[in-house]
């Protein structure tokens, strides 16, 4: 195909925010994770599909299955779907105990 241009597994975003490797970064309707430390406005590789282990909010039980969303404003995984953008899936359940701050999400990379 003369119009094929890389498989969209990862891309290269301008960092709306200073990210860190792994921390999650939303530009536009895009999600993904930095696969590197990238201040505001630099470019950072981020991975768009895969399984991650995400910051979630504390104290919020997931199930396997649930929607996840990216809260943006707090930087973190959150089933709440107001004013958040769907990210993917949980992929294990978490517990809801205040120290239940990391999910597994994947991400469904169809934006």
């Known amino acids: 195909m003369k119009n094929y241009v890389q498989p969209g597994n990862t891309i290269t975003l301008t960092a709306p925010y200073a990210v860190a490797s792994g921390d999650g ?41 649930a929607k996840v969303y990216w809260d943006d404003t707090n930087k973190r995984c959150t089933t709440v779907a ?10 294990e359940a978490v517990a809801s105990g205040a120290d239940d701050t990391i999910g597994r999400v994947r991400l469904n990379a169809s934006f």
């Open 25 to 65: 970064l939303l530009v536009g309707s895009i999600f993904g994770i930095a696969a590197g430390a990238a201040a505001l406005g630099e470019p950072v590789e981020t991975a768009l599909v895969g399984i991650f282990d995400i910051t979630k909010v504390g104290s919020q039980a997931w199930t396997v299955g």
């Open 82 to 91: 107001t004013d958040n953008t769907l990210i993917g899936v949980a992929v």
